[in-house]
């Protein structure tokens, strides 16, 4: 049998391109199970692999697509049975094992989760990756003490995969949240979303640096590193909080030691990529549970795979905010 995919490629002059090509099923990857695709996510990382930025991509011709949502087609293993709703994030998925842009994907068991209650196929894409990153950061901030009374909790890249979501979990959960963007004509959308105040990237990062600053923030979420991360640092309040899920702004951090050792401040790594199936799980449930999908019915955006080369250039240059959906068939 045959199947529909945007298949990357590199010539020998390392140009990297994307088409749409029949793909026989015997090319499918090694795995246990088999799953027919309803809907992928594109996020940052996507772009990159699409476009052959960032080395993720090593062996070419490449299936990009970091996360998807499906329907078991075929299983060896006994956990997963035909026509069982499921979904996968991380693992490297999409970079070097084939991932969601085609109709199909062969994967191993312990990549995949059952689909949550009460969530779509499409519902669980629209959370994706980035989605399970900022509950993941949650869970990490709230197992180190955070409550909705501590204070004061910063999103960076706000209007991004992460920060929308993350903006949208936190204000669910009782959160007081302030947003912060670099893309001011979102502004409203945050609002809409939750967050009781938005800040300006540009004005954030202009501000006179010092060792410390005043302490504001209870805690912060971060999916920019750089610069963003180096000056929230210095704002937040004695034995604070940051979880840091990405590195947009760049992977250099130029800050020193007064905001750990004079206040305390814990720097907490966020990977969702490799996460135990017994926590993916239980962050699955909480969203679930907690997420107000009705509010991101104006920030989705639906796509096709023929459509995904011009999308990922897009992303990568900050022009699209939510979630972009993409559906293979």
């Known amino acids: 049998m045959s199947y529909r995919a945007l298949v990357t490629d590199r010539d020998a002059d390392g140009k990297v391109t994307s088409s749409v090509q029949i793909i026989d099923n015997t090319r499918l990857p090694d795995g246990d199970v088999t799953v027919d695709i309803d809907w992928a996510g594109l996020n940052y990382k996507d772009g990159l692999c699409l476009t052959g930025g960032g080395g993720l991509v090593r062996n070419y011709p490449h299936i990009g697509g970091i996360d998807f949502a499906g329907t078991v087609r075929n299983s060896s293993d006994p956990r997963y049975k035909v026509d069982d709703a499921v979904l996968l994030t991380g693992w490297r998925v ?16 312990d990549w995949l989760v059952p689909l949550p209650h009460g969530m779509s196929t499409r519902d669980v894409m629209i959370v994706g990756t980035a989605g399970l990153t900022a509950m993941l950061a949650i869970d990490r901030l709230e197992a180190g003490g955070l409550t909705p009374e501590a204070g004061e909790v910063l999103v960076t890249g706000a209007a991004g995969g992460v920060g929308t979501i993350a903006t949208s979990l936190l204000t669910r959960l009782g959160y007081h949240v302030t947003a912060l963007s670099g893309r001011p004509q979102h502004a409203d959308a945050l609002r809409a979303l939750g967050a009781a105040t938005v800040i300006d990237r540009t004005e954030f990062l202009g501000q006179p640096d010092k060792p410390l600053e005043s302490a504001r923030f209870a805690a912060a979420i971060d999916s920019v590193g750089g610069r963003v991360l180096s000056k929230l640092l210095r704002q937040v309040k004695y034995g604070g909080q940051v979880a840091s899920v990405g590195n947009a702004g760049g992977i250099e951090l130029s800050t020193n030691v007064l905001p750990f050792i004079l206040r305390g401040v814990s720097l907490l790594g966020i990977d969702s990529v490799m996460q135990p199936y017994a926590t993916r799980v239980k962050a699955w449930r909480r969203i679930a549970l907690t997420l107000d999908l009705a509010a991101y019915a104006g920030l989705v955006r639906e796509i096709g795979l023929e459509d995904l080369p011009a999308a990922a250039e897009h992303i990568l240059a900050g022009e699209i905010k939510g979630r972009v959906l993409v559906r293979p068939r």
């Open 94 to 109: 999409g970079e070097t094992h084939w991932g969601g842009y085609a109709e199909r994907a062969r994967v191993h068991a």
